[in-house]
């Protein structure tokens, strides 16, 4: 970027670099605000700590080296339980936040002891009815992006029946019959947020 003159909020000429990788040509000058900042390499991680980052001598590359970080922890167990390393199964990056959100894992070695029967819990929320704060999609999508399931169903694996207003009494009744518990809207909220029943 120094190089090449490139700052912030540049328009800059792209072009096709050998089979995939574009390439910047430069930016477009005059540029419209001719005292436009120069970019700086950040000094500290975008991680909520903020930690300080660091270039060993002799390396090109920049990191973050503080062992509290969570985008490193994060990193970490996402690169050793991700394919090309143990390939365990259901680890993808969205997983790998899931868990630290939840709480589940907080380095590489808890993902041996992760406590699957939470996690299974957390696959199954039916919602009936119509919510205030979600939409049908918008729920479904809500769920899911927890790594949990919004089956059209109820069954013995349900974590919960969230009820809205005018459910359908059929998954009611069924919930009733398997025990399953029923809850409002603001449990269903907690549900996102914790993985647990309130
Ligand atoms: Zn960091």
């Known amino acids: 970027m120094a190089l090449k003159?490139?700052?912030?909020?540049?328009?800059v000429v792209v072009r096709r670099a050998g089979d995939v990788i574009p390439e910047v040509v430069g930016p477009v000058?005059?540029?419209?605000?001719?005292?436009?900042?120069?970019?700086?390499?950040p000094t500290t991680c975008p991680c909520p700590r903020a930690s300080t980052l660091v270039r060993p001598d002799g390396e090109s590359d920049t990191r973050c080296?503080?062992?509290?970080?969570?985008?490193?922890?994060?990193?970490?167990?996402?690169?050793?339980?991700?394919?090309?390393?143990m390939d365990v199964e259901g680890f993808g990056e969205q997983r790998v936040r899931l868990f630290l959100d939840l709480g589940l894992v907080s380095d590489v070695a808890d993902i041996y002891s992760?406590?699957?029967?939470?996690?299974?819990?957390?696959?199954?929320?039916?919602?009936?009815?119509?919510?205030?704060?979600?939409?049908?999609?918008?729920?479904?999508?809500?769920?899911?992006?927890?790594?949990?399931k919004s089956p059209g169903s109820v069954s013995k694996k349900t974590l919960a029946v969230v009820v809205g207003a005018e459910p359908g009494a059929s998954k009611v009744t069924k919930a009733e019959e398997l025990g399953v518990p029923i809850v409002d809207e603001a449990a269903f909220v907690h549900i996102l947020e914790t993985g647990e029943l309130p």
């Open 5 to 11: 003159d490139v700052r912030p909020g540049d328009v």
């Open 29 to 41: 000058l005059p540029r419209d605000d001719p005292d436009r900042a120069a970019w700086e390499f």
């Open 65 to 85: 080296v503080d062992p509290e970080c969570p985008f490193q922890r994060a990193g970490s167990i996402e690169h050793f339980a991700g394919r090309g390393s």
């Open 114 to 148: 992760i406590d699957w029967d939470r996690l299974a819990a957390l696959r199954a929320v039916v919602v009936t009815g119509t919510l205030e704060g979600f939409s049908r999609d918008e729920a479904a999508s809500a769920i899911k992006a927890r790594g949990g």
